[in-house]
């Protein structure tokens, strides 16, 4: 009885340490990721399609929201489940916290599932936090942890680590459900993982028989299906017609994500490739279950250089884009967290001493620690723990936008500057466009192009992404008189936010430093 009180007491111990090694590491990713932003980046056109969820009213006829309508559809109805029980703030708030902590739960079981000891996990850990040897970073601008600003690929990529677990685990319904959730909650990220595993479901096919093969692709598809809807009803509206091309409206816009991000890139998913590649080799005749995992996980990171490959075929060399949009290099940032685990696992097993393996362990998180703190990231995206909005950052764009949202009328739209973000999210008003806020595909491409070419005089810049948005702003800055009345005619716009620069004249309502709101009619 007491032996077996005190087997219960240890496993009790032992899962309590687990669960605060999870919290350990979920706090430490919360915090080299910068916080928990609310209000911001991405937020700025995910909102205000929550808010009108919520209310049919907010903004009628708003051209921003039907455009980004169907972004991340799913994941828009969860915040906006999380907003009605909660609030909005508190709904990301949390949101963002749990989304973490899934993360590093799902670290956890793929490291327990392949064998590695709880120091082991807290090593990973704070390699994928501070970016240590390139972890959770990939082939474009686009990381395993993203942004502070909670979206779908944060839980996607924790479906993609439990995924990859269920499978190692041979647990197939499970697997192949969490990927049709993946596809439900992020389209392009959920397609690529169903594609990276599939060679381990058809290496099965003859084992599962036409039923159980019918039960797995049931299992895909019903979770998947109000993703698909969504697409099907896009294509209706025209998601993939349009007389812009691709080419240019990728160019123009967001080449960031189809871009090789740096020749550096290239070379740490091949080294962590590389790696991943001699611990199969390494434990293959040493421990044949843990080799067993890892060729599973090599099968799914070679297959996801393959589709790279593609994608920069496409994208550089045929320039047709078409798969290029599908961005299997999203993914890519998976390849370097497997590595990173693999890194460590042999670690352990070639290090006998048990202290000697405490002081690598110490020295590979000091390190991760030292280098992650002096590296040009921290410097660009500081260190932070706590919560950032957008609505208390201390800019005079936010004011001008919080004192329309105070006092500026509703049944309008507003004539914003369209290089800077969240004018809409923060003053819940409509303005006429956004370069932030891009369409999908082609549904509304032209209408959007118009618009933002409308806002800049007539002339688009030529720049490429971000680029252009200083000289959509400095052209609006330029708009006379005239110019600026025949868009409040065109758009119904009473009111204009104008720059400092501009030198238009009209009815000044607010005013600060860089901004001032003025009256068109």
């Avoid at 970073?137 to 979206?151: A, C, Q, R, S, T």
């Avoid at 509206?237 to 890139?265: C, K, M, N, Q």
Wanted: charged share 15%; net charge positive; hydrophobic share 50%.
């Amino acid at each position: 009885m007491n032996n077996q009180q005190s087997s219960n007491n240890q496993t009790l111990i032992s899962r309590l340490l687990d669960l605060a090694s999870i919290f350990a590491v979920a706090v430490g990713m919360i915090y080299c990721n910068g916080g928990i932003s609310v209000g911001s980046s991405n937020h700025v056109g995910l909102l205000p399609v929550v808010r009108r969820i919520l209310d049919p009213n907010y903004l009628p006829g708003d051209f921003n929201i039907a455009l980004r309508f169907y972004h991340h559809r799913a994941f828009a109805w969860l915040v906006a489940g999380g907003s009605s029980l909660l609030g909005e703030d508190r709904a990301l708030i949390v949101l963002g916290v749990l989304a973490m902590l899934a993360i590093s739960a799902a670290l956890f079981g793929l490291c327990s599932a392949l064998g590695l000891s709880r120091w082991g996990f807290l090593v990973v850990g704070s390699f994928a936090a501070t970016r240590f040897l390139w972890t959770g970073k990939g082939l474009e601008v686009n990381e395993f942890l993203g942004d502070p600003e909670v979206m779908p690929p944060h839980l996607v990529h924790a479906l993609a680590l439990l995924v990859l677990t269920a499978l190692i685990k041979e647990k197939y319904r499970l697997a192949i459900f969490l990927t049709g959730v993946a596809i439900l909650l992020h389209l392009q990220i959920g397609v690529t993982l169903a594609l990276i595993t599939s060679p381990l479901y058809f290496i099965k096919l003859r084992e599962f028989g036409w039923k159980e093969t019918a039960v797995l692709i049931a299992l895909a598809v019903i979770p998947a299906s109000p993703a698909l809807w969504h697409v099907a009803e896009m294509l209706q509206r025209g998601l993939a017609s349009s007389r812009i091309s691709t080419a240019y409206y990728i160019d123009f816009r967001h080449p960031h994500h189809f871009e090789l991000v740096s020749a550096a890139a290239a070379f740490w998913i091949a080294g962590h490739l590389a790696v991943i590649a001699l611990a199969y080799f390494f434990f293959r005749s040493r421990d044949g279950q843990t080799g067993k995992a890892i060729g599973k996980l090599l099968i799914c990171c070679l297959l996801l250089v393959v589709l790279c490959l593609i994608h920069f075929a496409d994208y550089y060399l045929v320039k047709n884009d078409k798969l290029a949009q599908i961005q299997f290099l999203r993914v890519s940032t998976l390849i370097t967290i497997l590595g990173a685990i693999c890194l460590v696992l042999m670690v352990e097993r070639f290090v006998a001493n048990r202290k000697l393996l405490a002081v690598a362990y110490i020295a590979l998180i000091a390190a991760a620690t030292v280098l992650g703190w002096y590296s040009p990231r921290r410097i660009e995206a500081p260190y932070y723990f706590g919560v950032k909005r957008f609505a208390e950052e201390k800019s005079n764009w936010v004011d001008a936008a919080l004192w329309v949202k105070a006092n500026g009328p509703r049944d309008t739209v507003y004539l914003a500057p369209p290089g800077r973000n969240g004018f809409s999210v923060l003053s819940e008003r409509s303005i006429v466009a956004e370069f932030k806020l891009n369409p999908d595909g082609s549904m509304f491409l032209g209408e959007w192009f118009e618009r933002l070419s409308d806002l800049a005089g007539g002339e688009l810049p030529t720049g490429r992404g971000f680029e252009n948005r200083r000289p959509l702003d400095r052209a609006f800055a330029r708009l006379t008189n005239e110019q600026l009345l025949a868009l409040s005619q065109k758009y119904n716009a009473a009111y204009a936010v104008l720059h400092k620069d501009s030198k238009a004249q009209f009815e000044v309502v607010y005013q600060n430093k860089d901004y001032r709101v003025v009256k068109l009619r």
